[in-house]
């Protein structure tokens, strides 16, 4: 008899349990609607803005031209994922297949910098397969660090550059001809500055900080040569010096290089203040919903664990 | 308690305010101590019911805490705990300008006893933190989810 009773209060106690998972599903389910709600209601917005805003071209900065230079260089290499990539893209009746929607881009469009020096050199040492490298944002891709990065950013800066403390001679003097981090240097589109991985971050710290690290730049070959106690992980000259991470030095007349950073040259938007904080709040948004959609995965589980233990018993 | 959003925030520059374009406020608010109860309670409750492996055969080189996290992860098909995750990342923030910063850190601590210590944190947090405590944290660290591992495909069976 008091068996019978300890198996009704087992079914009793996993029909319970059953209920809870149940109502945590609905739950979630509720906040993931008023999640997308909200997500719409602002894209909405950012949208009239578009459809009855004045940005024309001559307003945009010269940047285009640079632009096109990178894609036309990428589109060169024909037989590389990369100029396949790009062809894609470019064209109307391929541009939404459904790879797209993993892949970030193309190493070499991905940032822009502000000389023709620093675009140089720098394509030429992260070299050309790094630069034709299509960049995906599941884990493996953006995410697959050696060393991640763990240190803070520049506050307020609308870049979000890495807070890297500057090179220093045991004096505590910076070396003469440091100009900044390579990292830092780059500059990236809004949408590539946060929420672009899993993990909420931008393409700064992950992607360009796993290819370039701790990557100095000097104005010239010597200066940085007089750096060479505070390089730690390679630096770079404008004049073409070079000194991988690995130590190897590379000081002689630059390679010709195939394929560059674009280069951003002042940029003149006609963006209200709030736009681009709005953009970062829907990518925020739709990035919770993600992480929403996980909490349903993670009960989901649960509760078909239970419904397969409640049958067992059953049977 | 609604989140402010930076458009309605007061010390925007009278100026600039007037170029902004008009928003609407989000009707989610997702810090709320109510919604972040229930989502821990859920997320502890699954994290206990993942068994810790009980077979552990290879050494695992690494280089940082979070890389060897990121292995342990891939080789046992499992998430680690937020908790762990977020230890972690300070042991690597720990790193940063020190002396040894650039040596290999399986030179300084040995695998097996890094990888021995991250099971045992990962035991402790699985078993014995209150979801109420972990709510918490979340409430103090907007982006916890950064720390909040996906679900493995392989863990399907792993509960």
């Known amino acids: 008899m008091s068996k019978l009773n300890q198996n009704d209060a087992n079914h009793e106690s996993i029909k319970n349990e059953i209920k809870k998972h149940e109502d945590n599903l609905k739950f979630l389910n509720s906040q993931s609607n008023r999640l997308a709600e909200s997500i719409l209601d602002l894209q909405v917005s950012l949208g009239r803005y578009h459809s009855c805003s004045v940005i024309t071209p001559d307003n945009e900065s010269g940047s285009s031209n640079t632009e096109d230079d990178t894609a036309e260089q990428i589109l060169k290499k024909e037989n590389s994922a990369a100029g396949i990539f790009c062809w894609l893209k470019a064209n109307a009746q391929t541009s939404n297949l459904a790879l797209e929607k993993d892949a ?40 697959a660090l050696e060393k991640p990065y763990v240190g803070g950013f520049v506050a307020n800066d609308p870049q979000k550059k890495l807070a890297i403390p500057k090179p220093r ?43 370039l690290s701790g990557l100095q730049v000097y104005r010239t070959r010597n200066e940085m040569m007089s750096a ?88 | 308690m609604k989140r402010s959003f930076p458009w309605d925030e007061p010390g925007q520059n009278p100026d600039s305010s007037s170029n902004n374009i008009p928003l609407p406020i989000p009707s989610i608010d997702l810090t709320s101590q109510d919604i972040l109860i229930r989502r821990a309670e859920m997320y502890q409750e699954y994290m206990k019911q993942i068994p810790i492996p009980s077979q ?29 995750n977020v230890i972690l990342k300070q042991w690597d923030q720990l790193r940063l300008n020190s002396k040894d910063e650039y040596k290999p850190l399986d030179n300084l601590i040995h695998p097996t006893k890094a990888e021995a210590t991250i099971w045992l944190m990962e ?35 792993v509960l």
């Open chain 1, 169 to 211: 001679f045991p004096n505590e003097e910076c070396p003469a001809g440091f100009i900044d981090y390579a990292v830092n240097m780059l500059y990236l589109e809004s949408n590539n500055l946060s929420f672009v991985t899993s993990s909420g971050h931008g393409l700064r710290e992950t992607l360009f900080y796993g290819l």
């Open chain 1, 104 to 143: 970030v881009g193309v190493v070499a469009t991905l940032a822009r910098v502000e000389s023709d020096e620093l675009s140089r050199i720098l394509s030429e040492y992260l070299g050309l397969q790094t630069m034709l490298a299509i960049v995906c944002s599941t884990n493996e891709g953006v995410n």
């Open chain 1, 228 to 315: 060479l106690p505070c390089i730690d992980e390679g630096a770079v000259s404008l004049d073409g010096g070079m000194i991988k991470k690995n130590g190897m030095f590379v000081l002689g007349s630059r390679k010709d290089v195939e394929v560059k950073f674009g280069i951003v040259s002042g940029r003149s938007g006609v963006v209200p203040p709030n736009y681009s904080q709005a953009e970062e709040v829907v990518r925020r948004l739709k990035w919770e919903s993600t992480k929403l959609a996980e909490d349903i995965q993670r009960e989901q589980q649960l509760l078909d664990h239970l419904k397969a233990k409640s049958a067992d018993k059953v049977a």
């Open chain 2, 56 to 84: 552990r055969g290879s050494v695992i080189p690494f280089n940082s805490w979070m890389g060897l996290g990121k292995s342990i992860k891939q080789l046992y098909g499992q998430p680690l705990h937020y908790l762990t």
């Open chain 2, 123 to 157: 035991e402790v947090h699985r078993q014995t933190s209150s979801h109420f405590q972990i709510a918490e944290l979340w409430k103090l660290d907007p982006m916890y989810n950064c720390s909040v591992d996906a679900i493995f495909p392989t863990s399907e069976n």
